[in-house]
Every structure is written in C-alpha cells, then in structure tokens.
C-alpha cells in the first residue's frame, strides 16, 4: 500500500501562484498514472490534473492554461504548479494514481481569497 502526504497549500490572493507537493511512501515509478484531486466545501471531489511515466498530461477545463503537473519518479514525488488562482480554486488539494486506488492522505488546503 502506498500513502501519500501532500503540502505547500496556504492562503493566496486572487492571481497569486502556489506548488503543491505530494510525497510517496514507496516509489512512484510503477504507479503509471499520477493524479491531483480536490474537493471544496460541499462539492465532491474531483480530478483535477494527471500525468503519466511518458509525460502525457490532462487537465480540468477550469484549471487548463494554469496549472502544471509534473513528477520525480527518483524523489517518489508528484507536483503541482498553479498559477492564476481563482478563487473557485479553493478546495482540499489531494494525490492519488489516477483511478485512486489507494487510501486517501489528509491532503493540503489552498484558500485563495483577497
């Protein structure tokens, strides 16, 4: 079993930037698909970005144009670079592979409020 713990959240203005981190337990080089999830007050969660060990990547139509994931197979961890924050972005950042397999890590706040 893999557990995740993510980090870099925090309280942003409106357009401002954040990197969000996700570290594995174990190596991330055979978890084909890496995912970044969030889910806001009342809202379910949702995918947000995901990038494979070939470097093919899918983004939310909200958050395309704005939000970068990449990953360090070597480092066991996942990023996230968002930029332009809105503040429709303020949820619970979390990681997973991208069929969420397994249990969720308590995840990382991001607020972007003025």
């Known amino acids: 079993q893999v557990q995740f713990v993510e980090s870099g959240g925090g309280l942003v203005q409106p357009g401002g930037s954040l990197r969000l981190s996700c570290v594995a337990s174990?190596?991330?080089?055979?978890?084909?698909?890496m995912a970044w999830y969030r889910q806001a007050p009342g809202k379910q969660r949702e995918l947000v970005a995901s990038r494979t060990n070939g470097g093919s990547t899918n983004y939310a139509e909200s958050v395309k144009g704005r939000f970068t994931i990449s990953r360090d197979n070597a480092k066991n961890t996942v990023y996230l670079q968002m930029n332009s924050l809105k503040p429709e972005d303020t949820a619970v950042y979390y990681c997973n592979d991208r069929l969420a397999s397994y249990s969720w890590g308590q995840g990382t706040q991001v607020t972007v409020s003025s």
């Open positions: 174990k190596t991330t080089f055979n978890i084909y698909t």
